[in-house]
């Protein structure tokens, strides 16, 4: 079972930077997929970005060139490095992983307890 805990959330200014982690305990095999998430309020969980074993990467398009997911295999964590932050993207963020490789919210198999950012303008 792969446990999952995320942090650096916090209250920012837009156009500032954040950089969200997630620890990563237990054991996820030498294949993998991660991804990060998004949710507000009354509203579906969406995905922002996507990792795989072999560093492949996908965006979703409201973020791409803003955002950049990277994994330190060193320390066990999925990062998610947020710059020019927008007040839409206000939101509960977490990290899950995935059973394939892709911009799905169907493909995660485990999720974090999330952390919050919040853009103020």
């Known amino acids: 079972q792969v446990q999952l805990m995320e942090s650096g959330g916090a209250s920012v200014l837009a156009g500032g930077s954040l950089r969200l982690s997630c620890e990563v305990s237990?054991?996820?095999?030498?294949?993998?997929?991660m991804a990060w998430f998004r949710q507000v309020p009354d509203a579906a969980r969406e995905v922002m970005a996507t990792?795989?074993?072999?560093?492949?990467?996908m965006y979703a398009d409201s973020v791409k060139g803003r955002f950049t997911i990277s994994q330190d295999n060193a320390k066990n964590t999925l990062d998610l490095q947020m710059n020019d932050l927008k007040p839409e993207d206000t939101a509960m963020y977490y990290c899950?992983?995935?059973?394939?490789?892709?911009?799905?919210?169907?493909?995660?198999?485990?999720w974090g307890k999330g952390t919050q950012v919040t853009v103020s303008a």
């Open positions: 899950a992983s995935l059973a394939s490789f892709g911009l799905s919210v169907n493909y995660a198999t485990n």
């Open positions: 990792i795989d074993s072999d560093g492949r990467t």
């Open positions: 237990g054991d996820i095999g030498r294949s993998y997929s």
